[in-house]
């Protein structure tokens, strides 16, 4: 079936570093692809998403890009800050499921970025 | 706009009780989720509604957990009794339409002693 792996963490970065998690998907179909982020205490949050090949979601400074050949969705971004700790999840979500709406989630990875 | 609501945030009992949770969704949202996130992984679905109809509950362990959304608004999942295994935190997520986006209550953890 549908599956999401992403990274291991936990990424542990300091401000202004450069942000990398990787993803990948295993799809019969063409699946949207999703990030969602976890601030502690907080419920989950859609932070961008990309419907079909090729597409950028880009969103407060992170950006993926949906990669069909190398079925990934790598979350980037250029310069973290302390606020951006919190547990990113990568997601897809299945277009033949009763119209869409399922999604199906990787393990998550934690980052922390230091001062 | 209140987002999704749940209740209780927390909830720490023995096993072989009974628990209840207890979603709100945002107002218009007819599609409602509840997902089980174990402690370290993602969330996955137990049962997504449309309105009042369960329209996938194959997830749902149905020897021990039922869920109901009585005239499509809020919902109640329930497990009795629990087990040491269910140990984790429960998501409620409601959509507009079953291919809007997803938005996530705060959870609510359950611990089983």
């Known amino acids: 079936g549908d599956s999401v792996t992403q990274m291991e963490g936990p990424v542990t970065l300091s401000e202004e570093a450069f942000l990398t998690i990787n993803c990948t998907y295993t799809?019969?179909?063409?699946?949207?692809l999703f990030w969602y982020v976890q601030y502690p205490g907080e419920g989950l949050q859609l932070l961008l998403k990309a419907t079909k090949a090729d597409d950028k979601g880009s969103n407060k400074g992170f950006e993926a890009t949906y990669r069909k050949e190398t079925t990934s969705f790598h979350l980037e971004k250029g310069s973290v800050q302390v606020s951006d700790s919190a547990v990113y999840f990568c997601?897809?979500?299945?277009?033949?499921?009763?119209?869409?709406?399922?999604?199906?989630f990787g393990q998550g990875t934690e980052l922390s970025v230091k001062p | 706009e209140a987002g999704v609501v749940q209740s209780p945030r927390y909830k720490i009992i023995e096993k072989k009780q009974p628990v209840a949770f207890w979603c709100n969704p945002i107002s218009g949202h007819n599609t409602l989720y509840w997902y089980l996130q174990n402690l370290g992984q993602g969330p996955e679905l137990l049962i997504r509604?449309?309105?009042?109809?369960?329209?996938?509950d194959s997830q749902l362990p149905k020897d021990r957990f039922s869920a109901e959304r009585l005239k499509g608004v809020d919902s109640t999942l329930k497990i009795q009794p629990a087990e040491l295994g269910d140990s984790a935190v429960y998501l409620c997520a409601s959509s507009l339409s079953p291919s809007g986006e997803l938005f996530f209550g705060e959870g609510s953890r359950l611990t089983v002693l």
């Open positions: 997601a897809l979500s299945d277009p033949y499921y009763n119209q869409g709406g399922k999604l199906i």
């Open positions: 799809a019969t179909g063409y699946p949207s």
């Open positions: 509604y449309e309105n009042e109809e369960a329209v996938d």
